[in-house]
Nanobody
Framework: QVQVEESGGGLVQAGGSLRLSCAASGDIYSMNMEAWYRQAPGTQREWVASRVSGGATNYADSVKGRFTISRDNTKNTVYLQIDSLKPEDTAVYYC???????????????WGQGIQVTVSS
Protein backbone atom coordinates (compact mmCIF):
# COMPACT_ATOMS: atom_id res chain seq x y z
CA GLN A 1 0.00 0.00 0.00
CA VAL A 2 1.26 3.43 -1.01
CA GLN A 3 -0.43 6.74 -0.29
CA VAL A 4 0.40 10.15 -1.68
CA GLU A 5 -0.94 13.35 -0.12
CA GLU A 6 -0.40 16.94 -1.18
CA SER A 7 -0.49 19.92 1.15
CA GLY A 8 0.45 23.59 1.20
CA GLY A 9 -1.97 25.00 -1.34
CA GLY A 10 -4.16 28.02 -0.91
CA LEU A 11 -4.88 31.53 -2.08
CA VAL A 12 -1.92 33.73 -2.96
CA GLN A 13 -1.57 37.12 -4.61
CA ALA A 14 0.11 37.39 -7.98
CA GLY A 15 3.85 37.73 -7.55
CA GLY A 16 3.83 35.77 -4.34
CA SER A 17 5.28 32.39 -3.50
CA LEU A 18 4.00 29.06 -2.33
CA ARG A 19 5.53 25.70 -1.47
CA LEU A 20 3.58 22.54 -2.08
CA SER A 21 4.46 19.35 -0.25
CA CYS A 22 3.83 15.80 -1.35
CA ALA A 23 4.17 13.17 1.36
CA ALA A 24 4.48 9.57 0.26
CA SER A 25 3.78 6.92 2.84
CA GLY A 26 3.33 3.20 3.05
CA ASP A 27 5.30 0.40 1.48
CA ILE A 28 7.83 2.33 -0.62
CA TYR A 29 11.23 0.81 -1.21
CA SER A 30 12.60 3.40 -3.63
CA MET A 31 11.33 6.40 -5.54
CA ASN A 32 12.42 6.41 -9.16
CA MET A 33 10.83 9.62 -10.35
CA GLU A 34 8.64 12.37 -8.96
CA ALA A 35 6.52 14.80 -10.89
CA TRP A 36 3.93 17.49 -10.52
CA TYR A 37 0.94 18.03 -12.78
CA ARG A 38 -1.81 20.58 -12.74
CA GLN A 39 -5.27 20.98 -14.15
CA ALA A 40 -7.10 24.26 -14.56
CA PRO A 41 -10.87 24.37 -15.00
CA GLY A 42 -11.92 23.31 -18.48
CA THR A 43 -8.45 22.10 -19.44
CA GLN A 44 -6.58 18.84 -19.71
CA ARG A 45 -4.18 17.86 -16.98
CA GLU A 46 -0.71 19.06 -17.90
CA TRP A 47 2.76 18.10 -16.79
CA VAL A 48 4.60 20.79 -14.83
CA ALA A 49 7.86 19.42 -13.41
CA SER A 50 9.69 16.17 -12.82
CA ARG A 51 12.74 14.92 -10.97
CA VAL A 52 14.70 11.68 -10.97
CA SER A 53 16.72 10.20 -8.12
CA GLY A 54 19.98 11.43 -9.62
CA GLY A 55 18.77 14.99 -9.24
CA ALA A 56 18.02 15.91 -12.85
CA THR A 57 14.95 18.07 -13.22
CA ASN A 58 12.74 19.15 -16.09
CA TYR A 59 10.11 21.84 -16.30
CA ALA A 60 7.37 22.92 -18.61
CA ASP A 61 8.18 26.11 -20.47
CA SER A 62 5.35 27.92 -18.76
CA VAL A 63 6.90 27.45 -15.31
CA LYS A 64 10.62 27.30 -16.05
CA GLY A 65 12.57 29.71 -13.88
CA ARG A 66 9.69 30.08 -11.42
CA PHE A 67 9.05 26.54 -10.16
CA THR A 68 11.52 24.25 -8.41
CA ILE A 69 10.96 20.57 -7.67
CA SER A 70 12.98 18.93 -4.91
CA ARG A 71 12.94 15.88 -2.68
CA ASP A 72 13.75 15.09 0.93
CA ASN A 73 14.90 11.48 0.87
CA THR A 74 14.81 11.16 4.65
CA LYS A 75 11.03 11.34 4.73
CA ASN A 76 9.86 10.55 1.18
CA THR A 77 8.57 14.03 0.64
CA VAL A 78 8.53 15.93 -2.64
CA TYR A 79 8.25 19.69 -2.83
CA LEU A 80 7.27 22.19 -5.45
CA GLN A 81 8.48 25.69 -4.73
CA ILE A 82 6.46 28.16 -6.74
CA ASP A 83 7.72 31.72 -7.09
CA SER A 84 6.45 34.73 -9.01
CA LEU A 85 2.96 33.32 -9.14
CA LYS A 86 0.71 34.32 -12.01
CA PRO A 87 -3.08 34.10 -12.25
CA GLU A 88 -2.67 31.46 -14.96
CA ASP A 89 -0.99 29.23 -12.37
CA THR A 90 -4.39 28.75 -10.77
CA ALA A 91 -5.16 25.04 -10.90
CA VAL A 92 -5.44 21.85 -8.95
CA TYR A 93 -1.93 20.50 -8.52
CA TYR A 94 -1.26 16.76 -8.45
CA CYS A 95 1.78 14.90 -7.19
CA UNK A 96 2.91 11.78 -9.07
CA UNK A 97 5.48 9.33 -7.72
CA UNK A 98 6.96 6.43 -9.65
CA UNK A 99 8.22 3.92 -7.13
CA UNK A 100 9.05 0.34 -6.29
CA UNK A 101 7.54 -1.35 -3.28
CA UNK A 102 10.34 -3.91 -3.05
CA UNK A 103 13.84 -4.47 -4.46
CA UNK A 104 13.60 -5.39 -8.12
CA UNK A 105 9.88 -4.86 -8.09
CA UNK A 106 7.76 -3.31 -10.78
CA UNK A 107 7.58 0.44 -11.10
CA UNK A 108 4.15 1.88 -10.45
CA UNK A 109 2.77 5.39 -10.56
CA UNK A 110 1.05 6.72 -7.48
CA TRP A 111 -1.05 9.86 -7.47
CA GLY A 112 -2.25 12.28 -4.86
CA GLN A 113 -5.80 13.58 -4.83
CA GLY A 114 -4.74 17.08 -5.81
CA ILE A 115 -4.62 20.41 -4.01
CA GLN A 116 -6.00 23.79 -5.05
CA VAL A 117 -3.72 26.73 -5.80
CA THR A 118 -5.49 29.99 -6.51
CA VAL A 119 -3.64 33.13 -7.58
CA SER A 120 -5.44 36.45 -7.33
CA SER A 121 -4.60 39.41 -9.55
Amino acid sequence: QVQVEESGGGLVQAGGSLRLSCAASGDIYSMNMEAWYRQAPGTQREWVASRVSGGATNYADSVKGRFTISRDNTKNTVYLQIDSLKPEDTAVYYCNIRARRRPGGILNDYWGQGIQVTVSS
